[in-house]
Every structure is written in structure tokens, then in C-alpha cells.
């Protein structure tokens, strides 16, 4: 583990949170935190020191909180998934857990836990993981995950009936989302590549499918704009067998392009899916919002920056994604 400073300063009532789980040594790493801080955080994944001590202790299963996370927010990857989470929680009332790191350890072990390699099968991982999660809430605060989108490649469990009960799935248009992973560099394209490696297995003919765009043709940025585009499909499918799979209607899924133009339109859409408690609106908060990075509260947004920035990746990679979106209708079904 990383060496962190820890700010040991109590900040409101303290909370043991289940951070990291590893199914296969049978243990697990506890926090001690609280609401406020675990609000605050844009990561619950370790980037962030959102804790005040911490402690390795045995993965217990039979320890279960009676309030489980049902509530849930997916994402595909940069589709504003964090700031509607952010416009989510309103303190006293909702608290949003972004991307808590234990879920995506379950889904890092997902191959180990199929082999019999854990301490139990991946339901009552998610459940004991669920539970642990749920414990945050009380009887006057609800509890909101959206996980990484590292976590889709735990859908067909995590979104089995009965277990997540409400949920929104946040994406964007296709081409949207690979001037978003182009943008982002060779890190956020290695990250998507590996992700895209992790969701084949869960997808019908997904591995078949992910070897076609890794062998056409082309330089290495061609293959990373099929990769992309066929990451984008796979979680899309993924929602929508989700949504099928539960009968849930399908304004569940929100468009970055809606929450960028009315935030406060897709609260109150996502607020009602999430069946959430009614509250009157924060148009002033989501004004602040939008104008500072959602991952990086410190630094401040510039939407006409951003236009630049997308214009030139479009520009210089247009052409490469034009042949990404033809092979992919080519080869889906």
C-alpha cells in the first residue's frame, strides 16, 4: 500500500467503510471516515485520502448491514457521471459514493472468483460488498454508488433482478465518447484498452469481437479507435440487457449532452428514477458546479477551452474514426 498522511481531525460522525476487499487472501481494508469527507471526495478509489485511520481486518461474510446500496449510477467513462453524482448529494438527505474501490476489486478478481479461488461465488460478494456500502446510510439519508465503469464488466450479477434496484445509466454518443478517449492521451487509451479487455468475457462473441479490432488493419491509433468504439458497445449492451433484464423504463439512461445543457433538468430526471426523496432544486449549486472541473473541484472548467480541444482531435483523427464507427456496424449485430 501506498504511504499516505493522514488527517486525523474528526469531522463529523465517524463511519468503519469498507475500502479494499481481496476475495482470494480473505481480507479486507476498513476506514475510518465520515460522511462529509466521503461526500467530498471525487474518488473513493485511493487517490484521495478521504480517511482519517485505517485498518486490514478478515473478510467476514456473515457481517452484514441491514441497510444494503441499492441505488445505483453507470456510466460508460468521461459522460458526467461525476458531477451529476455530485449534484446527487445533498448532505442530510443523499450521500453519493463515487467509485468506491472495493467494487472494483470484485471486479478485478471477477476470473480468480469464477475459478473457485475466492471466499465465496461473486453474489455473495457483491451482496456482502453491497451491505457494507449501505451501512453509510440511515433512516433519514440514502446512499447513491456509481462505481467506475470498471465495474460494468459486473452487470449481468451486479444488475440481476432484485439486487440493485434503481439505477440511471449515464453515456454519450458514440463518436462523442472516442474524441473523449482520444483526448484524454496514450493513458486514457490504455485504460479504455484494458477495460475493453476486462468486458469482452461478459459480452456474447465479445472476445471474438475484441481479437477483430485488434487484428484489423491499420497503425496502432486505428486500432485503438476500434477498440474504442467497440468498448462503448459492449457497455452500452450491457445497459441494455440491465434495463431489460429489470423492466426498468428507459429514461434510466441520461445523455452528457442533457446534463451539460440543463444539470438541473437530469437531477431531477436521475432523482426520480433513483426514487429519491423530493427536494427543491439547487440551480445556484449547480451553476458553481459547472464551472470547476468535476474530478478536480480546485481547478476551474473552461467549456470554450474544451471545444478547442475536441475540434482538434476531431481534426486530426476524424478520418480514423469515420473507418472505427464503419467497421464496428459492420461487424455488431
Given at each position: 500500500m501506498v504511504s499516505q498522511q493522514i488527517d486525523r481531525t474528526p469531522t463529523g460522525e465517524e463511519i468503519a467503510f469498507l475500502h479494499r476487499l481481496d476475495s482470494v487472501e480473505r481480507e479486507t481494508i476498513v476506514v475510518a471516515t465520515d460522511r462529509s469527507r466521503l461526500a467530498g471526495a471525487s474518488f473513493l478509489d485511493g487517490r484521495e485520502t478521504f480517511w482519517r485511520d485505517q485498518a486490514f481486518r478478515p473478510l467476514d461474510l456473515t457481517r452484514?448491514?441491514?441497510?444494503?446500496?441499492?441505488?445505483?449510477?453507470?456510466?460508460?467513462?468521461?459522460?458526467?457521471?461525476?458531477?451529476?453524482?455530485?449534484?446527487?448529494?445533498?448532505?442530510?438527505?443523499?450521500?453519493?459514493?463515487?467509485?468506491?474501490?472495493?467494487?472494483?476489486?470484485?471486479?478485478?478478481?471477477?476470473?480468480?472468483?469464477?475459478?473457485?479461488?475466492?471466499?465465496?461465488?461473486?453474489?455473495?460478494?457483491?451482496?456482502?460488498?453491497?451491505?457494507?456500502?449501505?451501512?453509510?446510510?440511515?433512516?433519514?439519508?440514502?446512499?447513491?454508488?456509481?462505481?467506475?465503469?470498471?465495474?460494468?464488466?459486473?452487470?449481468?450479477?451486479?444488475?440481476?433482478?432484485?439486487?440493485?434496484?434503481?439505477?440511471?445509466?449515464?453515456?454519450?454518443k458514440r463518436r462523442h465518447f472516442l474524441g473523449a478517449t482520444f483526448r484524454g492521451g496514450n493513458q486514457r487509451l490504455a485504460f479504455c484498452a484494458r477495460l475493453a479487455a476486462q468486458i469482452a468475457p461478459v459480452v456474447p462473441d465479445g472476445d471474438a469481437l475484441l481479437r477483430s479490432a485488434v487484428a484489423g488493419g491499420g497503425d496502432t491509433l486505428d486500432q485503438m479507435a476500434r477498440l474504442m468504439a467497440l468498448l462503448h458497445w459492449f457497455q452500452e449492451s450491457l445497459f441494455d440487457a440491465a434495463i431489460a433484464r429489470n423492466g426498468w423504463p428507459v429514461d434510466t439512461r441520461i445523455d452528457f449532452e442533457k446534463i451539460v445543457a440543463d444539470p438541473e433538468a437530469a437531477v431531477r430526471r436521475a432523482r426520480e428514477c433513483l426514487d429519491l426523496p423530493p427536494l427543491p432544486g439547487a440551480p445556484e449549486r449547480a451553476a458553481i458546479l459547472m464551472k470547476r472541473h468535476t474530478k478536480d473541484p480546485s481547478s476551474a472548467f473552461r467549456p470554450a477551452?474544451?471545444?478547442?480541444?475536441?475540434?482538434?482531435?476531431?481534426?486530426h483523427h476524424g478520418a480514423r474514426f469515420d473507418a472505427a464507427l464503419d467497421w464496428l456496424e459492420a461487424n455488431v449485430r
Open positions: 452484514r448491514s441491514a441497510r444494503k446500496a441499492t441505488r445505483f449510477v453507470f456510466h460508460v467513462g468521461f459522460a458526467g457521471s461525476t458531477l451529476l453524482a455530485r449534484l446527487l448529494d445533498r448532505p442530510g438527505h443523499v450521500v453519493a459514493l463515487k467509485e468506491p474501490q472495493c467494487l472494483a476489486d470484485i471486479a478485478g478478481q471477477r476470473e480468480l472468483i469464477a475459478a473457485g479461488r475466492a471466499a465465496a461465488p461473486l453474489g455473495p460478494l457483491l451482496d456482502y460488498a453491497l451491505a457494507e456500502l449501505g451501512s453509510v446510510r440511515d433512516d433519514d439519508v440514502t446512499v447513491v454508488v456509481k462505481p467506475t465503469n470498471w465495474v460494468n464488466s459486473l452487470l449481468p450479477e451486479l444488475c440481476a433482478p432484485g439486487r440493485v434496484t434503481r439505477a440511471v445509466f449515464v453515456s454519450m477551452k474544451r471545444a478547442r480541444e475536441d475540434q482538434a482531435v476531431e481534426e
